[in-house]
């Protein structure tokens, strides 16, 4: 089978949402309809950044996959940092276990990268991103606003730093 990453087009914002709810849906305990409602919503904020969301697509054209990426700050006493979070990651379950999650979070790590940002959170799927090289972020003084901390991961893009950013996860507006 072959598979085909690509930056989300406004083609397929309708598709990519129905398969967001769908899988969402399928999940115990997850709301696929708030959270069709979060990623319609963000794609409509000023700070959206088409580059930070990625589909896979099957050769039939077919969405199988979709991740996405959204500003956040990390505010710590005087400092305050950009950095972005994981705010999706679907996989249709017929492809799971290929390797394709592993895929759509590599390609969104490069592009971040490419844009400068240096810090990467997830708060959902932990034990996933841990294998992805995400780290506890209570370990690098990072906190989330209202929530248990060790639901929390990390990975910062840039093996050297002057600065790590620290500090409690502020989401912007768009995504309450």
Request: charged letters at 25%.
């Amino acid at each position: 089978m072959q598979i085909y990453l690509s930056t989300l087009t406004e083609v397929d914002y309708a598709e990519t949402l129905n398969k967001i709810e769908e899988i969402y849906d399928a999940q115990a305990g997850v709301d696929g309809k708030a959270q069709r409602k979060l990623i319609s919503h963000l794609r409509k904020a000023p700070t959206y950044n088409y580059e930070l969301e990625v589909i896979a697509k099957n050769e039939d054209a077919a969405i199988i996959g979709h991740i996405m990426l959204s500003e956040v700050s990390l505010v710590a006493k005087e400092d305050n940092y950009k950095a972005l979070e994981v705010v999706s990651l679907i996989v249709d379950p017929d492809v799971r276990n290929q390797g394709l999650g592993k895929a759509l979070v590599q390609a969104i790590e490069e592009r971040a990268k490419s844009q400068h940002y240096t810090t990467i959170i997830v708060s959902h799927s932990s034990d996933y991103f841990n294998q992805l090289g995400y780290e506890l972020a209570e370990e690098h003084h990072i906190f989330p606003e209202n929530t248990d901390a060790s639901t929390i991961r990390v990975k910062f893009l840039w093996d050297q730093l002057n600065d790590y950013p620290h500090g409690i996860v502020y989401r912007s507006s768009e995504e309450s």
